[in-house]
């Protein structure tokens, strides 16, 4: 199975919540935002090396972390050696080797998010309450609808006890995880762990556990 986490806005956490719901999902991430990679990082083959052809998708999987990672490099000169529709054959291929795979897919609504769009088998969509989040989160919602990947739930980041949950559950029509700022979370990116290994009893933790089984009880029934 193929999860693209998306949002459209760029800042609204995506790769917290592609991080957080992979340690929950026991999913390999693959960092595709191929200019801004965020994930943390290492020696080794990156996801530049792997659409440049000089790697494959699986040995650039690191497995030495608390999150399987296939992360994406961080230099200018990679991003422009990369052949983007490669994205494509990587992810599958991550897919058969491990199973579940959860693609970071980055800011914005052009081809390069397409593309992890058109590979997953669905996605989640991350927001923030921001008036100029929501409305790019349904642009973003509008586009992985036209490349069928079916929306299994919204993050709603950052939100507090005035957030319009509500509201974003009527808009999106799927169901709505809110999700706090903690200091567990930016802790735990900081460090590249996840919430629940800095506090496993902090309330954002608990959140990215809850979409995590909120993605589980609709993909046993779709796929």
């Known amino acids: 199975m193929i999860l693209a986490v998306t949002g459209g806005k760029g800042g609204v956490g995506k790769s917290t919540v592609a991080y957080n719901l992979g340690a929950e999902l026991d999913a390999v991430v693959v960092d595709a935002d191929l200019g801004m990679a965020d994930l943390p990082t290492g020696r080794g083959p990156d996801l530049h090396d792997v659409l440049a052809g000089r ?14 990672l296939l992360p994406c490099g961080r230099s200018l000169a990679g991003a422009r050696s990369v052949e983007p529709r490669r994205l494509v054959d990587c992810v599958e291929s991550v897919e058969r080797e491990y199973g579940t795979v959860l693609v970071d897919c980055p800011a914005g609504l052009g081809s390069d ?33 036209e490349l069928d990947a079916g929306l299994v739930a919204v993050a709603l980041n950052r939100a507090d006890g005035s957030s319009p949950t509500d509201g974003v559950e009527q808009t999106f029509g799927a169901p709505v995880v809110p999700v706090p700022e903690r200091p567990a979370v930016a802790h735990g990116m900081a460090n590249g762990l996840p919430a629940r290994r800095v506090d496993g009893d902090d309330v954002a933790g608990v959140a990215f556990a809850d979409l995590a089984e909120r993605v589980r009880s609709v993909l046993v029934n779709s796929f």
């Not at 790697?55 to 399987?68: K, L, M, S």
């Open 55 to 68: 790697a494959t998708a699986v040995e650039a999987v690191r497995e030495d972390g608390p999150v399987d």
């Open 113 to 145: 998010v397409g593309l992890p769009l058109l590979v997953a088998d669905a996605c989640v969509l991350v927001t923030t309450p921001d008036r100029v989040a929501l409305a790019d989160a349904v642009r973003a919602r509008a586009l992985a609808r």
